[in-house]
């Protein structure tokens, strides 16, 4: 088994008012041992750093795959506390948008947020539940298209 502190990754952060924002990337020798350590994190798996020893629960071997897991790929992943307070820029750049057309969606109250003085701060939760909103959002117009193109007749089969 790959020793965990072998595991160190290249981590820049920034600190907010609530919390710590991190970007994790490993390179290529710590992607392979990550795969490694990855085929052995499971329900009832130990995970041992130093004299520490943790039992993997079912709930903890699932986060731990939805962290390591794109890691192991080579991508960038991104570790935002809840709480943690994110400017417009921060905001947008998580979302893939720009920050005038985030500001539209904070001013159209589409997205909670509060102001500091003339800046706006969203939570990292806020930020999520309007990303869970439109996913869901689209999810309905997709379900629409393709009830419609059935009732039509257009040769659509899911």
């Known amino acids: 088994m790959v020793p965990l502190i ?12 609530k919390g ?9 020798t710590q992607q392979e041992h990550l795969r ?4 052995n994190i499971h329900p009832q798996a130990r995970l ?8 993997i629960t079912p709930a903890l071997a699932e986060v731990l795959r939805a962290y ?7 991508e960038v992943v991104q570790v935002i506390p809840l709480e943690a307070e994110l400017t417009t820029q921060e905001a947008a750049d998580l979302l893939g948008v720009s920050r005038p057309y985030l500001v539209r969606l904070l001013e159209r109250g589409q997205i909670a947020h509060r102001k500091v003085g003339t800046h706006r701060r969203i939570r990292a939760k806020d930020l999520l539940a309007y990303i869970n909103r439109s996913q869901e959002k689209g999810q309905e117009i997709l379900d629409a298209l393709i009830q419609e193109d059935q009732a039509l007749g257009l040769g659509y089969q899911p």
């Not at 710590?20 to 290529?28: G, I, K």
């Not at 490694?36 to 085929?39: F, N």
């Open 6 to 17: 072998s595991l160190i990754a290249f981590i820049s952060v920034s600190y907010y008012n």
């Open 20 to 28: 710590v924002m991190a970007r994790v990337y490993l390179p290529q």
């Open 36 to 39: 490694t350590l990855l085929q």
């Open 48 to 55: 041992r750093v130093g004299e520490a020893t943790l039992e």
């Open 68 to 74: 390591l897991e794109p890691l192991a790929r080579g």
